[in-house]
């Protein structure tokens, strides 16, 4: 399927997060009281259409990672609800987990590190097919086969175990895994940080074509605004838990809305630039036991007024911009 034929394709919902919070602690205490509560994520409503890759940036702890664990079902949610096709995810995450696996698949952040070190490639790549499909044992050696053609890997190596592989080979692998069930979304958690620049190159084009060889739908979360740029449709940028930022890449690379979507940008290092943003090291930084009552980013913020501080902002269209570009911002930067 060609890149334009995945673009017609795009549109139709897909997945849906509607307020979704989730909240780590809180819990009542032997003798009074409760335990501290951290606000991992906060009222986040957010789309995921079918045959786009959605890109998450943000800095760490800005809840990235609970956002993916909860997509594919790895945790529940607080409040919200989060729906596949229509489906509620939560509920089917407790009543047929089987199902809610074949739907959707997570690739890791540490391909070695999320291999089982004492199984072979072949054992890993034929759990999935075991637990997952209906296939027989020449099925499966059938679908082995087309996994390791389709991450360019070579047959013999499924007989070798994960230590006997590059960092860039290893992630090919957990892809063959994700893909093994033939899912409709996979969620990227940080999938090419721990490689390589020129092999980082090498899997986001992998990842670019089996995408469009299998309808794929991506959510690519990454702290690389680079990586998320060159690969993404959409982009999504998160802060202290909530979505500041949304909008195609193109528009939210070049008519940026949110100051903090403009500090991260000019904070990233890039080839010809000599000069970084900077923040002052003691720059305010909210704390997640106590979330403030208005803008997360407002300390941190030049453009802040008392409203910033007394209510969170609500995420609005800015007028001029690209159509469904928007930004949670009482003041959201122009551009000339």
């Known amino acids: 399927m060609t890149r334009s034929a995945m673009k017609d394709l795009q549109g139709s919902e897909l997945l849906s997060i509607a307020d979704v919070e989730r909240v780590f602690g809180g819990d009542r205490k032997l003798f009074g009281g409760r335990t501290p509560a951290v606000h991992a994520v906060q009222g986040l409503s957010l789309d995921v259409r079918q045959g786009e890759t959605l890109g998450v940036v943000g800095e760490s702890g800005c809840g990235k990672s609970t956002l993916a664990r909860l997509v594919v079902g790895l945790d529940l949610p607080t409040a919200g609800q989060i729906t596949f096709a229509g489906e509620n995810l939560a509920e089917l995450a407790k009543t047929d987990r089987t199902a809610l696996a074949r739907k959707i698949q997570y690739v890791f952040q540490d391909p070695v590190a999320s291999l089982n070190p004492r199984k072979t490639i072949r054992t890993i790549l034929e759990a999935p097919l075991r637990h997952l499909t209906d296939l027989d044992a020449t099925g499966r050696q059938k679908r082995l086969a087309e996994l390791l053609e389709a991450v360019n890997l070579a047959p013999e190596f499924l007989d070798r175990y994960p230590h006997e592989f ?10 063959a895994r994700a893909l093994a069930a033939g899912p409709e979304l996979v969620v990227l958690d940080e999938p090419v940080s721990a490689l390589d620049v020129s092999v980082q190159a090498q899997v986001l084009n992998l990842l670019d074509d089996l995408k469009n060889r299998f309808g794929l739908t991506y959510v690519f979360i990454s702290h690389d605004l680079s ?3 060159s690969i993404s449709d959409r982009v999504a940028v998160m802060y202290f838990g909530r979505l500041v930022e949304l909008g195609a890449a193109t528009d939210v690379f070049t008519e940026t809305l949110h100051p903090y979507t403009d500090l991260l ?15 002052d090291a003691d720059a305010e930084l909210p704390d997640p036991y106590y979330p403030p009552p208005g803008c997360a980013f407002a300390a941190r913020c030049g453009r802040k007024t008392d409203v910033c501080l007394a209510s969170k902002p609500a995420r609005t269209e800015a007028s001029g911009q690209g159509i469904g570009h928007v930004a949670a911002c009482y003041h959201p930067l122009t551009r000339a």
């Open 265 to 279: 940008m000019r904070s990233a290092p890039a080839p010809g630039r000599h000069e970084l943003m900077s923040e």
């Open 227 to 229: 990586v998320v740029e």
């Open 166 to 175: 590059s960092g860039g080979q290893a992630q090919r692998i957990g892809i």
